[in-house]
């Protein structure tokens, strides 16, 4: 475990002070430890890290509904996915140098590459977790403000970012329209290869019909081809001299 003073540093780093400090002590087992000790397989930072998981993503996601009120809920599950994985935890892990502080096991697993981006950024999650344990939802909000604060700052709310469904939801309701609606049309095939289709409308014209071997995936489809046509349909994109 960590010297008291080390965590001393550890915590002005993360700007969180623990009323336990055995959570963050835990928080910085990395699994490859417990393998080459005698500690127990759950004394690793795994269980922390799957409750931080969790705070992250509640956490990030009333974050974006209270800053941004007018975006559509595509635009604000893109902006939290683009938060919420291993690759901006990882981030976040080295912007704190939280690879000083992290035992691990034999190895030179922390040195670089791949193996380091997973083993800090799924550490930095168990340190989520463990100050959700020690301070409630509400200090994991005020723990991570300052990191959402600089990502989202410079971070570009854009329809490109968005799946084809939430991309023409934006598409039709920016122009003052209606939003889409879904219509499964047909389905065929064997139980275990189904095909199905669904026709996507807006305001009572049909804009386009799309097949899957799901219904999500056939709703996918019509977005897709509906976002197609209604570009080649804009008035920059007609041929000269179609009207």
Not at 54 to 77: F, V
Request: aromatic content about 6%; hydrophobic content about 40%; overall charge negative.
């Amino acid at each position: 475990m960590k010297l008291a003073a080390s965590l001393d540093e550890l915590e002005a780093r993360l700007g969180y002070v623990f009323n336990d400090r055995a959570l963050l002590e835990r928080a910085l087992v990395h699994r490859s430890l417990v393998n080459e000790s005698e500690l127990e397989a759950t004394d690793s930072n795994e269980r922390l890290e799957f409750l931080g998981d969790a705070a992250l993503e509640l956490a990030a996601t009333t974050h974006l509904y209270n800053r941004h009120p007018d975006r559509l809920e595509g635009e604000l599950s893109a902006a939290r996915a683009a938060l919420v994985n291993l690759r901006a935890l990882a981030r976040r892990a080295e912007a704190v140098g939280l690879a000083d502080f992290v035992s691990t096991g034999a190895g030179d697993i922390l040195r670089g590459g791949r193996s380091r981006g997973t083993v800090i950024g799924r550490s930095y999650e168990a340190v989520i977790g463990a100050v959700f344990v020690d301070g409630g939802l509400a200090a994991v909000e005020r723990f991570l403000e300052p990191w959402f604060e600089e990502f989202y700052a410079s971070y570009e709310f854009s329809p490109e970012a968005l799946d084809s469904k939430s991309r023409l939801q934006h598409l039709t309701q920016g122009a003052g329209g209606p939003s889409p609606a879904y219509h499964l049309v047909a389905s065929s095939g064997p139980d275990h290869s189904r095909l199905f289709r669904v026709e996507v409308a807006a305001g009572g014209e049909t804009l386009a019909v799309g097949q899957g071997t799901s219904v999500q995936r056939a709703e996918l489809d019509a977005a897709g081809r509906a976002l197609a046509a209604l570009d080649r349909d804009r008035p920059d994109n007609r041929e000269p001299g179609s009207g």
